[in-house]
C-alpha cells in the first residue's frame, strides 16, 4: 500500500513538473521587435533630445505623436489637463493590427531610459499581467478617490502620475507611463471621448480603480518599481549607482533597479541631475560619452562665415581690473568683425577704462551700443535691452552675456562654447581658494542655492564634462533662436521675489530650456568685488588681499616666478642681488599714484612722520602710510620679497616687519643724489620704478667699502643689500628727468 501510494505521489509531481514545463513554453521570450514606444511630444525640447538619446543608446524604436501639433492639452493654469495625449494614443493604436505586439506609452520631456528592450520586456513579462502602469505613493488629481484604489502587498499603491508639473512649456503635465499589449491598450483607451484639455490622468485612474474594469483589461501596478521609476515622492529612495562602466538608477527602499525614469511634477531638477549621468553619459571609467556629440566646428570655416555673435558687457559696480578685462575681451580668439558689442556701464569711474578702450579699438568690430550712467538705464533694463540687439538683428546667432567681474583667461571660450551647439551653455569660473563657481548644481527648496552630491567634484574638476545644472550667472552664452522663440518674452530679469539671476534662470527652466556649464577648459575666474573702494587714482593697487592671483598677474614681473626654479638673480655687487619683480604697469601705477598724492616731503631732518621727529639722511619722499598702503605693502614684501631673501641668505627667515617704506623722487633742481649713508633695516629692497636713459639720466647706487656701482638699474627690477654695517653706500647725482625708487627698510 505505501509502495502504491508514492508511486501515486511521484507520478502527481511528475505531471506537475510536465505542466510547469508546457506554461514556460508557452510564455516564451518577447522578442524586442515586438516592442514599439509611443511618447507625446509636440516639439523638440532639450528634454525630447535627451529622451530621444538615450532611446537610442539602447535601440528603442521610438515613434513620436503629435509632432508639430499644436498643444491643447491646457497648462499649468488650468490644471489637471492632458487629454490630448490620450487621444493621440488611441487614433496611433487604430494602426496597430498585431495582437502581440507590445506598446510602451511614457512622457519624453522629463524621460529618461536607464535599460535597454530586453530588461524591460522580461520584467514586463514578470508581471503576469497585459498591462503594467507606473506607480506612486502620492495620489492625483483627485485625492477623494485614494479609498478606492486597491490596496497593494508591498510598494506604491496609486497609479502614476503623481501631480502637475510647472515647467513644461508645451506639455505641463503628467502622465503616467505604462507598457501593455496593443489590444488590452485598445481596449484602455476605446471609451475616451472627452476633450484635449480633460484630465487623462483622471481617466486612468478611474479606469484602475473599477474593479471590473481593471480585471478585464488585466491591468496591475509597478508597485516596487522595477519597470518605472516616478521621482515625484520618491527622491529618498533613489540614487545614482555606478558599476562596471553603467550608470543607473537604484531604488534603494525596494533595492530594484528600474528601466525609465520619470521626473514628474516639481522633480525636473532631479531628472536633470540623473540625466548628467544616466544612460552612461559620465562614467568613472570612461568619463563624458557625448560631451563631443553634435558639435559645431568652426575650425574649417573663413572668416566672414562665422557666426555674428552680440557680446553683451555690464557693469553695475565699481570693479577691479575694468581696464584688463577690455585686454582680454580684445584677445579673444575671433574674428572682430564678425562681434558686435552692447556695454553697460553704471559707473561713472569705469567711463575712463571703456572711452580708451573703444577710441582704440571701436573700429575693429561690427557694431558698438554703449549704455552710459548718465542715461538713467537701470540693471533689469539693460540686460532685455542686450537680448534685443540681438533678437532684432537677423544676422544674430548667438548672445554671450559677460559681467564685467568675469576673468576671461582662455582666449578660446567664445569658440569652445559655439562649437558645443548648445542653446545655453556657460564656461565654469571659479574663484581662487574657494569652492565658489558660477553655478549651482543644485536648488533648496525655496529656490536658493543648495550643493548637489557632484558639485565638488566638477568644481574641483576630479569630474569633467558638459552638466545640466539649474542655475548659472555672470557669464554665458545664448543661441539667438532660443531668444527669439522660447525665451522671447520682453523681461526675462523682473520678479517681485527673486533676484534678477535666479529670476531669469528660474523662467529658463520654465521654458524647458536647459542650462549646461562645461568644465572640459580651463576658462578663468571672478573677481571679488564686495570690499573695492574708490578713494584712489589706480586702486587695483589695493587688491592684493581681495583678488591676490589678478593682482600678481597685474602688478609682478613675468619673471619673478623663475627666481625660485632658475638661476636669474644677478649679483652685481658682493652681497646685493638683483631681480625683477614689478611689472611695467606695477611701476607706472606706483608713480602716478605718489604724483597723485602729492605730499612729498622737504628733504629736510625734520619729518614728524617718523618716530623721534628727525631724519639724519633725508630724502624727498612720500611713505607707504601716507597713502593707506602699509599694509598692502607689508603682504607684497611677505609673499614676493621674504621667499627671496630666504633663497640668498640660507638660514634667515622674516616676516618682512618695516617701520619705513617710501617712494623717493631724485631731480637734478630738487635733489639729484642721496649721501653716503647706512640703512637702517637687516636688509633693504630697492625697486626701480622708472627707466634710466628714457625718464632720467645719471642715477644708480654705489656701495662704497667695495666701489661698486649699479649705474643702470632696470625698471621693475630690485636691489636686495644688508641694511647695516657692510653696505655702506650712496645715490648716485641724477644728471635729468625724474628718477623714482621704492625703498623699504626691512627688519628695522
Known amino acids: 500500500m505505501k509502495a502504491e501510494t508514492l508511486s501515486l505521489l511521484l507520478g502527481l509531481l511528475g505531471l506537475t513538473a510536465f505542466a510547469s514545463l508546457r506554461c514556460e513554453a508557452k510564455e516564451s521570450i518577447i522578442p524586442e521587435g515586438k516592442l514599439l514606444v509611443l511618447t507625446v511630444a509636440t516639439k523638440e525640447t532639450d528634454g525630447f533630445k535627451r529622451f530621444m538619446r538615450s532611446a537610442r543608446h539602447f535601440n528603442y524604436t521610438v515613434k513620436v505623436l503629435g509632432r508639430g501639433e499644436k498643444w491643447n492639452g491646457g497648462d499649468y493654469m488650468s490644471a489637471p489637463g492632458g487629454g490630448q495625449k490620450v487621444r493621440l494614443l488611441k487614433s496611433a493604436l487604430t494602426d496597430i493590427k498585431e495582437e502581440d505586439r507590445v506598446i510602451l506609452f511614457i512622457d519624453s520631456y522629463d524621460v529618461i531610459f536607464a535599460s535597454g528592450p530586453k530588461e524591460l520586456l522580461k520584467k514586463f513579462q514578470q508581471t503576469k499581467h497585459k498591462v503594467v ?71 486612468y485612474t478611474k479606469i484602475y480603480i473599477n474593479t471590473e474594469k481593471r480585471k478585464s483589461i488585466n491591468i496591475t501596478l509597478d ?45 525636473k531638477l532631479q531628472i536633470n541631475y540623473l540625466g548628467n549621468y544616466i544612460p552612461n553619459v559620465w562614467t568613472f571609467e570612461t568619463g563624458c560619452t557625448v560631451c563631443n556629440e553634435d558639435m559645431r566646428p568652426l575650425s574649417g570655416l573663413k572668416e566672414s562665415e562665422y ?88 544676422d544674430c546667432e548667438y548672445f554671450f552675456s559677460v559681467d564685467v567681474e568675469v576673468v576671461l ?3 578660446n571660450t567664445l569658440k569652445i562654447l559655439i562649437e558645443q551647439n548648445k542653446p545655453f551653455i556657460a564656461p565654469m569660473m571659479t574663484k581662487p581658494g574657494r569652492l565658489w563657481t558660477n553655478f549651482w548644481g543644485a536648488l533648496s527648496a525655496d529656490g536658493y542655492y543648495a550643493r548637489s552630491e557632484d558639485y565638488v567634484d566638477i568644481v574641483q574638476e576630479r569630474r569633467t564634462g558638459v552638466w545640466n545644472v539649474p542655475y548659472v550667472s555672470q557669464v554665458y552664452l545664448l543661441s539667438a533662436n532660443v531668444l527669439r522663440s522660447e525665451l522671447k518674452a520682453d523681461d526675462l530679469f523682473h520678479s517681485a521675489t527673486l533676484d534678477a539671476d535666479m529670476a531669469f534662470c528660474s523662467k529658463v527652466r520654465n521654458q524647458g530650456v536647459f542650462m549646461f556649464v562645461t568644465n572640459m577648459h580651463t576658462f578663468g575666474r571672478v573677481l571679488n568685488t564686495e570690499n573695492y573702494q574708490m578713494d584712489h587714482l589706480h586702486n587695483d593697487l589695493w587688491q592684493i588681499f581681495e583678488n591676490p592671483v589678478d593682482w600678481e598677474e597685474r602688478y609682478i614681473h613675468e619673471n619673478y616666478s623663475k627666481i625660485m626654479k632658475d638661476d636669474i638673480v644677478e649679483t652685481p655687487c658682493p652681497d646685493v642681488y638683483w631681480f625683477p619683480i614689478f611689472t611695467e ?33 633725508p630724502t624727498i619722499d612720500i611713505h607707504m602710510n601716507q597713502i593707506k598702503y602699509e599694509k598692502e605693502w607689508h603682504k607684497f614684501l611677505l609673499d614676493y620679497v621674504a621667499p627671496v631673501t630666504e633663497k640668498m641668505f640660507p638660514g634667515y627667515y622674516t616676516r618682512a616687519q618695516f617701520d619705513l617704506a617710501f617712494v623717493v623722487r631724485y631731480r637734478p ?11 637702517a633695516s637687516t636688509f633693504t629692497i630697492n625697486i626701480a620704478l622708472n627707466q634710466v636713459g628714457i625718464d632720467f639720466q645719471g ?18 627690477w630690485a636691489l636686495m643689500h644688508p641694511g647695516r654695517l657692510t653696505h655702506y653706500h650712496e645715490g648716485l647725482p641724477t644728471t635729468g628727468g625724474t628718477r623714482y625708487i621704492a625703498v623699504s627698510f626691512v627688519d628695522p
Open 699 to 716: 642715477g644708480g647706487c654705489r656701495f662704497i667699502r667695495y666701489n661698486c656701482s649699479i649705474r643702470a638699474p632696470r625698471k621693475g
Open 409 to 411: 583667461k582662455n582666449d
Open 223 to 267: 508597485s516596487k518599481c522595477r519597470l518605472f521609476q516616478n521621482l515625484h515622492g520618491a527622491l529618498d529612495e533613489v540614487v545614482l549607482k555606478f558599476e562596471d562602466g553603467r550608470v543607473r538608477a537604484r531604488n534603494v527602499l525596494y533595492d530594484t533597479l528600474p528601466v525609465i525614469v520619470h521626473g514628474n511634477g516639481p522633480t
Open 133 to 203: 502602469f507606473s506607480a506612486e505613493t502620492l495620489i492625483w488629481p483627485d485625492r477623494h478617490l485614494e479609498d478606492k484604489h486597491p490596496h497593494v502587498r508591498e510598494g506604491k499603491r496609486f497609479l502614476g502620475g503623481g501631480g502637475m508639473c510647472l515647467t513644461h512649456l508645451a506639455l505641463p503635465f503628467l502622465y503616467p507611463g505604462f507598457i501593455g499589449y496593443a489590444p488590452n491598450l485598445k481596449k484602455l483607451v476605446s471609451e475616451w471621448s472627452g476633450e484635449d484639455d480633460d484630465s487623462d490622468q483622471l481617466f
Open 585 to 617: 604697469v606695477a611701476c607706472r601705477h606706483l608713480v602716478e599714484e605718489m604724483e597723485n598724492f602729492g605730499q612729498w616731503s622737504g628733504g629736510g631732518n625734520v619729518d614728524k612722520r617718523i618716530q623721534g621727529g628727525y631724519e639724519n639722511v
Open 669 to 679: 633742481d630738487e635733489q639729484p643724489s642721496l649721501r653716503p649713508h647706512h640703512d
Open 307 to 394: 557666426p555674428v555673435v552680440v557680446i553683451g558687457i555690464f557693469i553695475q559696480q565699481p570693479t577691479p581690473f575694468v581696464s584688463v578685462f577690455f585686454e582680454r575681451l580684445l584677445n579673444l580668439q575671433y574674428p572682430k568683425n564678425r562681434l558686435k558689442l552692447f556695454i553697460y556701464n553704471q559707473e561713472p569711474h569705469h567711463d575712463q577704462h571703456i572711452r580708451s578702450f573703444l577710441e582704440s579699438h571701436e573700429a575693429e568690430y561690427q557694431g558698438v551700443k554703449l549704455i552710459g550712467p548718465d542715461e538713467g538705464v537701470d540693471p533689469i533694463t539693460s540686460r532685455n535691452m542686450g537680448f534685443d540687439m540681438c533678437r532684432d538683428d537677423i
